[in-house]
């Protein structure tokens, strides 16, 4: 696996220890801005985390001073490319490709089987917001700038951002606000609308928390954790008795494991969580 992760050129890929992992965006040069590589590159590593065993739980992060400042400008073309003697439906279907490929990596975190945080600090620009809606866990540094921005580059947020949000945030006003006006918001502002769940006063405080976290989660049962992600998942996009038969069914075959005699032992002796098999 580690093999596969080396291959990544602007994405870091670090085992923790304890079943947890750290990705790092790493084009700190360009504020983590998203080119094709990059974005293809997401997406490959979270399909390979789903597979990999010695991961239970991802932490997301950028490095430099920023987390992410969103699609790389200097590599926009790529979308009004000249394309030739094409006509427009046939241009369209290119670019129709290009927004599901790009779609797709994001979503490859969402469908990752293992809890993902993103740990998000300095600006977390238009492409950053979609990614961190694709996220299990949101926090920040309390200097962080927030905003969704495709607006302010003439287009409508299109690999997650629309789609997710309202499934994140209740307050349905406060996201026309964000979207409509592409304005910088404030990690207190996302904090009070819900968007994220913790706020830290530095980085270091953050990181040094978001890895009690992760550790804390990699610490318990697999079979329950993954299984409370993808029953979370699937609560989230279908009604409640859609959603109650779904996590019926799926344990019909989860409550066999030996995790559920194992931490319930542990739980009821009040002692620590057991380790557990690979997953
Ligand atoms: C189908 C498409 C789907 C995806 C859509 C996604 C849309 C979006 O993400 S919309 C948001 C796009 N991003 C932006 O509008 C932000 C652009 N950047 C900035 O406004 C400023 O750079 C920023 C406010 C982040 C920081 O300003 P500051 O003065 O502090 O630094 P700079 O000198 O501007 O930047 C430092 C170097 O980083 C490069 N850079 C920063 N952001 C981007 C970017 N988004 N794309 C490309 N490059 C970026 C900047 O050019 C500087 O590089 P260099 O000149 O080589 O030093």
């Given at each position: 696996m580690q093999k596969q992760y080396d291959s990544l050129k602007l994405i870091k890929v670090e085992n923790l220890g304890d079943f947890v992992y750290k990705v790092s965006l790493n084009r700190p040069s360009k504020f983590n801005a998203l080119n094709m590589e990059i974005w293809k590159e997401i997406g490959d590593c979270f399909q390979w985390i789903d597979e990999d065993s010695d991961c239970r739980v991802v932490i997301l992060q950028g490095e430099g001073k920023h987390f992410c400042s969103g699609l790389d400008l200097g590599g926009v073309s790529f979308l009004n490319e000249d394309d030739g003697d094409k006509d427009s439906a046939?241009?369209?279907?290119?670019?129709?490709?290009?927004?599901?490929?790009?779609?797709?990596?994001?979503?490859?975190?969402?469908?990752?089987?293992?809890?993902?945080?993103?740990?998000?600090?300095?600006?977390?620009?238009?492409?950053?917001?979609?990614?961190?809606?694709?996220?299990?866990?949101?926090?920040?540094?309390?200097?962080?700038i927030l905003s969704v921005k495709e607006v302010d580059?003439?287009?409508?947020?299109?690999?997650?951002?629309?789609?997710?949000?309202?499934?994140?945030?209740?307050?349905?006003?406060?996201?026309?606000?964000?979207?409509?006006?592409?304005?910088?918001?404030?990690?207190?502002?996302?904090?009070?609308?819900?968007?994220?769940?913790?706020?830290?006063?530095t980085r270091e405080e953050m990181i040094n928390e978001v890895q009690k976290m992760a550790k804390l989660i990699a610490s318990k049962s697999p079979v329950g954790v993954q299984g409370t992600k993808n029953?979370?998942?699937?609560?989230?996009?279908?009604?409640i008795e859609n959603s109650l038969n779904y996590v019926a069914?799926?344990?019909?075959?989860?409550?066999?494991?030996?995790?559920?005699?194992?931490?319930?032992?542990?739980?009821?002796?009040?002692?620590?969580?057991?380790?557990f098999s690979k997953l």
């Open positions: 046939r241009k369209g279907r290119a670019i129709l490709k290009t927004i599901k490929f790009m779609q797709k990596q994001f979503t490859y975190i969402d469908e990752c089987s293992k809890p993902v945080i993103v740990a998000m600090h300095g600006y977390c620009l238009g492409a950053a917001i979609d990614i961190s809606t694709a996220c299990d866990v949101r926090v920040s540094t309390k200097d962080a580059i003439g287009m409508a947020a299109d690999v997650g951002t629309l789609n997710r949000l309202p499934k994140v945030v209740g307050n349905h006003s406060w996201i026309k606000d964000i979207c409509l006006t592409a304005r910088h918001f404030s990690a207190g502002e996302a904090l009070q609308f819900g968007l994220l769940s913790r706020v830290f006063d029953v979370l998942n699937y609560a989230r996009d279908h009604t069914t799926w344990n019909m075959s989860q409550l066999f494991t030996d995790d559920l005699i194992k931490a319930s032992m542990a739980s009821f002796s009040k002692q620590p969580q057991p380790p």
